[in-house]
Every structure is written in structure tokens, then in C-alpha cells.
């Protein structure tokens, strides 16, 4: 399977994240939507990964998808709760399978705030132990407006620069203003970051979602947004809103040099190819 820092060395990529259903129905009804979209124009896909009870199966979907499409697939990693030996397994079976692109993330703390100790603290330990022990393309999650996590501003930059650097490449969460991101992209361009930062766009339709994604993530939601989503009542209209609004985000960020545009799917598949068919390149 290709590596995807390969694919953006050669052009601007567009991309989808999905997340695994846990419903095997469900789970179908994904990767039939997904094999019916023009995957020509898609570089490549990824997939959550999380180890609530709530979530369903990672690698099952992204084997799946592999089997079925010729289309780059990366999944998610969290590390937070897994020992080394548990990361080997994992990392072992995707590369068993030919899957060689993966997401290195921290992963969310449980509520509870209680784990058996693992190995890792934090997602550059991630990395940096996959680059040790593997040959994968190792991408990373990037936080232009900070992490919510963050003691301060300065040090969430470092830590930021230093995780970016050593992976091949990284993917940010979601914003609504290309100012945050090209504000962010500056800072690590002074700094010597060579590598790409994709964009991550998650189209707006569901305001409660939308407050909700916003405060656990640290995004700043424009009120414009909200406004507007609270009064459309039906889908089609707040989809259409949605729509509008990603792309003209999309076409600002393209346009200004961003290297190409992750969609944050929330797995609408209908809504994602409608976006998908009108970016131009």
C-alpha cells in the first residue's frame, strides 16, 4: 500500500475520515457507501480508533476497506491505554495485512481518570517508538488553535513542533477561520518544519454536536455558525448550509497553498461526496 507522505510529495490531496460503527449493519452499510463514492478523486482514507465500549471495531473496518478498494487506508492508533507489547500486536497485524500508514494519537483520558499504568505517556512517545521499531508512515494530529489540554501557549507549541517533526506528516482537528491555520503553519515554518500539515474540515450540521466537538476539542465556533444551523430546521437545508460553508473554506485554504483537505465525514457519506465532487484542484 502506498505511503501517503509519498502521495503529498507528488500533489494536493483530499481525504476522508470515517469512524468504525459498532454495528455490523451498520459496518456494511459504510463500506457499500463508501465503494459507491468516485474514489479517484480520494488519496486516501482513515478510520478512528478508540477503546470505548461504545466504539466499534478499527481494524475490522480497515481490513475491510483494504479487501474491497485499491485506495490507502490509515488507521487511528491511541496509546494512552496500551502497553508496548499490546501496540506491537496491533501494529503487527495491520503490516501483516499491508497497511503501512498510521494515525499516532494520545488518545482520550478515561472519565474516570483511572487506568492500569501503561507505556506511554503521550502521543511523541507514540511516535517516536514507532520510528524506532517500524518502517510506517507515521502522521499526527496538530492543534492550531492549542490543545485543550495545554498548560501554556509556548510549551503546547514546542511539544506540538517536536511531534510534527518526527512524524512524516500531520492532520489538524477542526476550525472554522483559515487564519488559525495559516497562523499555525507560520510559527512552524519559522521554527523548520518541512513537513505537511493537512487542514481538517468537519462540515457544520449539527449545532449541539457542533458545541459540544468545539469544547472538547479547544475550537473556537463562530457564533455565525450557530446562529445560522439553529435557524434551519430540516436536514437538507442545514446540509446545504454545511456544504456552502466547508467548501468556501476548502477553496480559501487551497488556494493559499495548504497542501490538500481532510474531511471530518461524521461517516455522512452523501453529504461528503457532494463536497468532494465540487472541490476543484
Known sequence: MKKISK???????????FFAPKQLDAQEQLLQSIKEINLNKLSFISVTYSVSKNSGPTDLIVEKISNETLIPIMPHLTCITHSKNEI??????????????????RGDIPETGQFGKKDFENALELVRYLRHNTKLDIS???HPEGHPDAIDEKSDFLYQMQKI?????????????SSYYFDFMEKLYKQGNKNPVLPGIMPPTNPDALIRMAKINGSHLPKSIIEKLSSLKDKKAREDFAKETTLDLIERLISNGAPGIHLYTMNNVSLSEKILNEINL
Open 165 to 177: 517533526q518526527a512524524s512524516d506528516f500531520a492532520i489538524t482537528q477542526f476550525f472554522f477561520e
Open 7 to 17: 502521495i503529498l510529495s507528488e500533489k494536493q490531496t483530499i481525504s476522508f475520515e
Open 88 to 105: 506491537d500486536e496491533i501494529i503487527n497485524q495491520y503490516q501483516k495485512k499491508s497497511i503501512n500508514n498510521i494515525l499516532a494519537l
Open 140 to 142: 499526527v494530529a496538530a
